[in-house]
């Protein structure tokens, strides 16, 4: 078996699908390994690197036999549809492949009858956290908001009490407590800060007081759906949180916003008016952005200036530790293949649970609903 990892060619990503040091397990997993040339740089990790791992490190210019050889190409981003269409008919192509959005993959991967497995479905069950690649890299994106934030605060995260007086400790809201709040609470509160959050859904309220943080209580229905994620609210339920919420944001220093939903648009949480209601020098972090946003004119990569308060849009932030991200990534991308890996063949069985849920297209073959409606419909 054979497994492929391509350079990324979206700019600005870093990530890297597999690093030298995960390039073994793929080998007793029974893989040849092999890289293109430079795939791993911005990552920190050279050529070298994955030659003395036992990869075999391929020009660029080597890439359209090495993807026609591949039983297995693993990437971040998607394949673009000149790489998936060269793929050999029933190869596998497994990264963040979003059924909706990323339609010239589908073609191509649907023109070279290979498959396509999705980390953007792989379903929140027990046998499937270890290939959870949403999971892990909300980790990263947790934990960079918080440092964003306190990096952008123009006062101190901590409480300090000095011979010159004490210095009250920074208040942070973190509004959503999925895998990403959490993480973005548990570093604000090593930084030192005062943390509250609040999320629609009644089982985060356990959790958010776990990590020490004070769990905000609006009196609203709870929204728990399914896969662990919230469910969509009315507009007038949303109207209504946001007049709850805003005495809240009014009294933060620093408010960060996580709550996405995978090939969704991202709920309004926070209106302009909101942002411009807090102190002179608050921040506001919107993890959303790339998706809609949270907040009201936030734009993803950019900072932008609500009167004195400062709003990031976040755009691709687990780029910004590639290290640790690409390190998580490529267990993940180890995990799915262990599952699809049976005696030296690359068996991808549509029964399991895990693939029917990650399964984007089969053999060729489109399954997805979300993909088959927005190829229907021209996208």
Known sequence: MRLLVPGETRPGERRVAVLPSVVGKFRQLGYEVVIESGAGVLAYANDADYAAAGALVVPTSGMDDALAAADVVASVRPLDYGRAKRLRPRAVAVSFLSPAIDLDTIRGLHDAGATGLSFDLVPRISRAQSMDALTSQSLVTGYRAALVAADRLPKFFPLFMTAAGTIQPARVLVLGAGVAG????????????????????????????????????LDLDALEGSGGYAREMSDDRAARQRDLLAPHIAESDAVITTAAVPGRQAPLLVTRAMVEGMRPGSVVVDLASESGGNVEGSLPGEEVMFGEVVVWGARDVPSEMPIHASQLYGMNVYSLLTLVSEDGAVVVDPDDEVIAGCCVVLDGNVHNDAAISALQGGG
Do not use: H, N, P
């Not at 993480?183 to 990590?211: C, F, N, P």
């Open 182 to 217: 959490l993480q973005a609470i548990a570093t604000a509160k090593r930084l030192g800060a005062r943390v509250s959050a609040y999320d629609v859904r009644a089982a985060s309220a356990d959790e958010v007081r776990s990590m020490g943080a004070t769990f905000i209580s």
